[in-house]
Each structure stands twice: as C-alpha cells, then as structure tokens.
C-alpha cells in the first residue's frame, strides 16, 4: 500500500536473515514480494487478521468523513481485531519475546500497555489525532516510557509537548535492489498515493510550469479528488501519463530513467520513504523545505528545497537538476539509511526494551 507497509515488509525479512523468528501479523491477503523459501521460511511466518475489504475506515487526513454509522462500525471492528491480535500474540506455543506495532490505532497504542508481552511501536505519522496522543500520554505518564520511537526528528517534535519518543530511527531501504539510473529520458516522475496531502495535483503544475512530460505512479486513495484534479489534466494534457500501481521492482526502473522526483506534499512528511528511494535510484528530489525533507534531502547535493508551495521556484529548479550529482544521491542513501542500519537499531531497541521489562 505504501511506505510503512514496504518498510515492515523488509524489516520482517531483516530480522528472519539474521536469525530471529518473526511472526509478521497483517490483514487477510497479505503476503511477501517473493516466496520464502529454504532456512528463512522456517524462521518467517504470516498470521493473516480476518479484515474485509472495506471494513475499517482508512486515515482521513482530510477530514472528509464517512457516514456516522460506518465510521462507528469501523471503530468497533477496530478495537476487536486489536484485541484479537494481541490475545493471540500473548497466548502462542512458542512464546514472544516482544512485539512491535506499526499500526496508527487508537486500539494498537491503548491495549499495548496491557499486553504480557512488552510492545512497542514505530509512529509513522505526525501529531493528527488528539485521542491517540491522550492515550501514549497516559502511557508515558503511567509507565515512564512512552515505549515507541519514530521515523524523523521533525515527527518527534509534533509529540513533544505531550510525550518524549524513546528514540528516532530512520526508515532504512535496501539500495543494491535498486538499480541505479541515468536520469536521461528527460522526465520527471511522481510517486505517492492520488490524495489532496500528496500534492500530485501540485506536481502537474510544476511539470507544466517547466515544460516537461511527468509520469505519475500511485494508487487512488481519494477517488472524488483524483476524478475533480487529476482525470481532467490527464484528459488534456498529452505530456502527463498517470500508470497506476506499480511493483517496486517496476517503479525503481522508472525512477531510474527520471531526470527527477517532484515530492509536492500539502503535509509535512514525517519521513517520505518515497525520498531515499528516488536517491538510492540516483534521481534527485525536489521538495518542500518542511516536515522530515531537509533530515533526507541535502540542499543542492541530492535535490532541490524550495519554500512550500513556491511553485514557480520548483519549476525553476527542475532546470538546474543536471548540476546534481547522482552517484553522490546514491552514496548517501547507503551511508545513512540503509536497511541493514535500520534493523540493527531496531534490534538494539528491542533488547534495551526487554531488559528494561526483566527488571521491573
């Protein structure tokens, strides 16, 4: 779906080849890119947790609401499925030494606390709702720890006022899956959900504005914003190509063969794995000065940071993409978010957190 669900993906799959076993719990469907086979299938599994398609209410970052009765079935459904899950987790033959949530569920954050086994969570998004930031308030309160890290120094701060995070580790990627590109197609590329917070509408605009084809790559989240915004423009404009869902395998080339990835966010992104995939392809980025942007993108290095919504300075900067660098896009990506430094702060957290527990 998107990039915390390819980031727990591969965090599974990190754990598993360095010898843990890993239960990976996810939705009815679910599966990994590539059958598991040989000493890792006997060290990954997945429990599939009975969600229809539908069922649950996905993240409205737009406050465009659904009807009060679906949105108050969805809310119960929620808090079962959680419950559910952490009833089993706290009951399996082969007892767990920690769980770790990636979920942005009220239930995910308000029954952790309970579990008998210790949980902890990864927050992938910023401070958006008010319950959810009562509840790991209570937690840190109660606890003395808030028992979660984030992604981003940026996204830790929408938390402050309320609660300290144990730790920010940076989303990690495996960039030697990622061939390198040489940018010399002369297209720009868009990745991200079809929603009013990604800004692909923006993206068009900055295209347009420099005189350059785009393609846009993304499933469509927001479907009465995709057919007002983009369908239109789509329709009229023979230098715009909206592909749809791709694989990652699929969408690595095409960011590869972009001059650049125009990373038009209305949000400040709380880390944007969308970024450190575009430079590890060797693709510079051009982006808003806000959210996480500067923690992944070096100013004139490995992009381009521009005032939010300076659309004319986008347009502008799209000119001066061939002074970057792209070996140095790719170098940078390995030295700093590599997956295999993402799973090893993941793992250091996991034995701080369990010794933490053994001396309560």
């Known amino acids: 779906m998107g990039g915390a669900q390819a980031l727990l993906h591969d965090l599974a799959l990190g754990l598993a080849g360095r010898g843990h076993r890993v239960t990976l719990f996810a939705a009815s469907g679910s599966r990994f890119e590539e059958a598991i086979e040989g000493k890792l299938a006997k060290q990954l599994s997945v429990v599939e947790v009975p969600?229809?398609?539908g069922e649950l209410s996905p993240a409205d970052f737009q406050s465009r609401a659904a009807g009060e009765a679906g949105l108050e079935q969805a809310f119960?459904?929620?808090g079962e499925l959680f419950l559910q899950t952490f009833l089993d987790i706290n009951k399996a033959d082969h007892p767990f030494d920690i769980a770790h949530a990636h979920a942005f569920d009220w239930p995910a954050f308000a029954l952790s606390p309970l579990s008998a086994v210790p949980a902890v969570h990864t927050v992938h998004l910023p401070s958006l709702d008010r319950h959810i930031n009562a509840i790991l308030r209570a937690t840190y309160e109660k606890t003395g720890s808030s028992r979660a890290v984030t992604v981003s120094k940026a996204c830790a701060e929408t938390y402050a006022a309320g609660f300290h995070f144990d730790r920010v580790i940076y989303n990690g990627i495996d960039a030697a899956s990622i061939?390198?590109?040489t940018g010399d197609e002369g297209f720009l590329v868009f990745a991200g959900r079809m929603s009013p917070e990604k800004g692909p509408d923006l993206a068009i605009e900055i295209a347009r504005r420099a005189g350059k084809k785009l393609v846009m790559a993304g499933g469509i989240y927001d479907r009465g914003f995709f057919e007002e915004k983009i369908a239109p423009a789509l329709k009229e404009d023979t230098d715009?190509?909206?592909r749809g869902v791709l694989g990652r395998d699929e969408l690595y080339r095409l960011m590869g063969r972009a001059e650049g990835l125009l990373f038009s966010s209305r949000w400040a992104e709380p880390f944007g794995l969308v970024l450190v995939e575009s430079l590890?392809?060797?693709?510079?980025?051009?982006?808003?000065?806000?959210?996480a942007v500067p923690e992944i993108v070096t100013d004139r290095k490995t992009g381009f940071l521009l005032p939010f919504m300076d659309l004319d300075g986008a347009a502008h900067a799209v000119r001066r993409l061939g002074e970057i660098d792209r070996t140095e896009c790719r170098r940078q990506?390995?030295?700093?978010?590599s997956l295999d430094r993402m799973v090893d702060e993941y793992v250091?957290?996991?034995y701080d957190v369990i010794a933490r527990c053994q001396a309560l």
Do not use: C, D, M
Not at 280 to 291: D, K, L
Not at 333 to 337: E, L, M, S, T
């Open 348 to 350: 250091g957290y996991y």
């Open 240 to 242: 715009l190509i909206y």
């Open 76 to 78: 119960f459904r929620q």
């Open 179 to 181: 061939p390198a590109g």
């Open 280 to 291: 590890a392809a060797g693709t510079p980025v051009i982006a808003w000065r806000r959210g």
């Open 51 to 53: 969600v229809e398609p």
């Open 333 to 337: 990506v390995k030295a700093r978010f």
